[in-house]
Nanobody
């Protein structure tokens, strides 16, 4: 059973950098055919895909966030990390990490429970 767990600060000040870590257990982030993704949901809005990192370390970003987003990984800890710079209060959201299975039907098969991040001074 694969489990994902987000961690990081719940409060970030405007213009600062948001950093979150997703710790994965029950499966390796280097296993082929998966993309390890970051997704967020602002209050009252839909899910927004932010970016992902593949088994080889290749990264993919939402065009609207690409200039401010960085996703990296630590394979020794089986973790991947999101950094989002210059955050604004409008980026208050629940942030999720999730595994996307690619090849065959594409689907998010495992999700973290989500972490509430509030951007406020």
């Amino acid at each position: 059973q694969v489990q994902l767990q987000e961690s990081g600060p719940g409060l970030v000040k405007p213009s600062q950098t948001l950093s979150l870590t997703c710790t994965v257990s029950g499966g390796s982030i280097t296993t082929n055919h998966y993309l390890w993704s970051w997704i967020r949901q602002p209050p009252g809005k839909g899910l927004e895909w932010m970016g992902a990192i593949g088994s080889s370390g290749t990264t993919y970003y939402s065009p609207s966030l690409k200039s401010r987003t960085s996703i990296s990984r630590d394979t020794s800890k089986n973790q991947f990390t999101l950094q989002l710079t210059s955050v604004t209060p409008e980026e208050t959201a629940v942030y999720y990490c999730a595994r996307l299975r690619v090849g065959g039907p594409y689907e998010y098969d495992y999700w973290g429970q989500g972490i509430q991040v509030t951007v406020s001074s």
